[in-house]
C-alpha cells in the first residue's frame, strides 16, 4: 500500500504462559528510520519486538507490514516479508546441530531458495565478514563464546542484505572492540536508509542512532515520538528510561556526507573470496514455516542451548 508505514501495530495485545505481556500497543516504524524501545526488565521489549516481526502471534489487534496484514498474508507474501527483513535474537538463537555455515544459510535457503549455491556461499562469507568472524564456518555454536555466538546471530540476520531489521539487545555482553563493530554495522545500515527497531537497555544506542524512542512499562506502551522530545520529556514514568539521554549537537554536513560515502563504499566492495571447507548438506528439510511457528529468522526451536530471552517470562 503506497505511503503505508513500514510496519504498524494497531492495538496489539499479548499474553504469554498466562501473563498479558503486551497491552493495546500502537505504533508504526518509518521508512528509514530507526527507532529504539526501551523499559525495565519485564516491561515487554522482547514480545514488543517479535510481535512486531511477525516471529511471535499476537492474541489481539494487528499488525501490518507495508499495509498488509501479517496475518492475513499468502504464502508467498509471507515468504516475502521474511527475505526482506531479518531479526537479531537477544540470546543468537543459533541451532545446536548446525555448523555455522549451516546457521548463516538458513535465511537463504527458506527465505529465498532461488538462490544457487554459489550465491548462498558469497552471502554467507559476506555477512560473516561484515561482523568480523574469519574463522572457520564448519565449527558448532558450541565451540564459540556467547560474544561470538551473538556476533553470528547478528550476521545471519543480515545474509540478505534486509530493509528491514529488528535487534533485540544487539550489543549486550560484548566486549568493547565487537560492541563498535555492532555500532558501525549500525550506522552503515542507517546511512543506507534501512528501517530499524532496536529493544535495549542502552542510552548510548538511543543516543547515537534513534530517530524515534519508546517507553514500555508493564506490557504497555507509555510514548513513542521523535529523539528530541524524548530527552524532554519529564514524567518521572519515562524518566525511570530516559533520564541518561542527552541532547544531540547537530553534525556538519560534511561529517553526514562522509558517512554517507563510507556506507557507499561498503555496499559496492566486491565480496570476499570464498575460504575454508564447502557448505555443509543442506539442513533437515521442510519450507519455511509460518510466522512464530519456529522458523530460521523468526523461531526457537532446537536452538543453542534452548535459551530464553532474559527479559520476557
Not at 528530541?228 to 519515562?238: G, I, K, N, R, T
Not at 556506507?263 to 565480496?271: G, K, N
Not at 519456529?294 to 532474559?310: H, L, M, Q, T, Y
Amino acid at each position: 500500500m503506497e505511503n503505508a508505514p513500514v510496519i504498524e501495530l494497531r492495538g496489539v495485545s499479548a499474553t504469554r504462559l498466562g501473563y498479558e505481556v503486551l497491552k493495546d500497543i500502537s505504533f508504526s516504524l518509518a521508512d528509514g528510520e530507526t527507532s529504539v524501545f526501551m523499559g525495565g526488565a519485564g516491561s515487554g521489549k522482547s514480545s514488543l519486538l517479535k510481535t512486531a516481526a511477525g516471529v511471535s502471534i499476537p492474541d489481539g489487534g494487528k499488525v501490518l507490514f507495508r499495509g498488509r496484514d501479517l496475518a492475513a498474508m499468502s504464502r508467498a507474501e509471507e515468504l516475502e516479508f521474511h527475505r526482506l527483513s531479518g531479526f537479531v535474537f537477544q540470546d543468537a538463537a543459533l541451532w545446536a546441530n548446525q555448523s555455522l555455515f549451516d546457521n548463516l544459510a538458513l535465511p537463504c535457503r527458506f527465505h529465498d531458495p532461488r538462490l544457487s549455491k554459489a550465491e548462498v556461499e558469497r552471502a554467507v562469507r559476506r555477512a560473516a565478514e561484515i561482523v568480523g568472524y574469519r574463522d572457520e564456518l564448519s565449527s558448532r555454536p558450541a565451540e564459540l563464546s556467547s560474544g561470538e555466538r551473538r556476533l553470528i546471530g547478528l550476521a545471519r540476520a543480515l545474509v540478505l542484505d534486509p530493509e528491514l531489521l529488528f535487534m533485540d539487545e544487539p550489543a549486550s555482553y560484548l566486549d568493547e572492540e565487537s560492541a563498535d563493530r555492532v555500532y558501525d554495522i549500525i550506522a552503515q545500515l542507517r546511512a543506507r536508509r534501512r528501517t530499524i527497531a532496536v529493544v535495549s537497555g542502552s542510552s548510548d544506542i538511543a543516543y547515537r542512532f534513534a530517530d524515534a524512542l519508546g517507553v514500555l512499562k508493564e506490557g504497555r506502551l507509555l510514548a513513542f515520538g521523535p529523539y528530541a522530545e524524548a530527552v524532554a520529556w519529564s514524567d518521572p514514568s519515562l524518566r525511570s528510561a530516559t533520564g541518561r539521554l542527552r541532547a544531540r549537537k547537530k553534525a556538519a554536513e560534511g561529517d553526514a556526507a562522509l558517512i554517507e560515502a563510507w556506507a557507499e563504499a561498503l555496499a559496492s566492495a566486491p565480496d570476499p573470496e570464498p575460504r575454508g571447507s564447502p557448505p555443509g548438506p543442506e539442513p533437515g528439510g521442510g519450507a519455511a514455516g509460518r510466522a512464530g511457528d519456529g522458523s530460521p529468522g523468526g523461531g526457537a526451536g532446537g536452538r543453542d542451548g534452548e535459551a530464553k530471552d532474559e527479559e520476557d517470562a
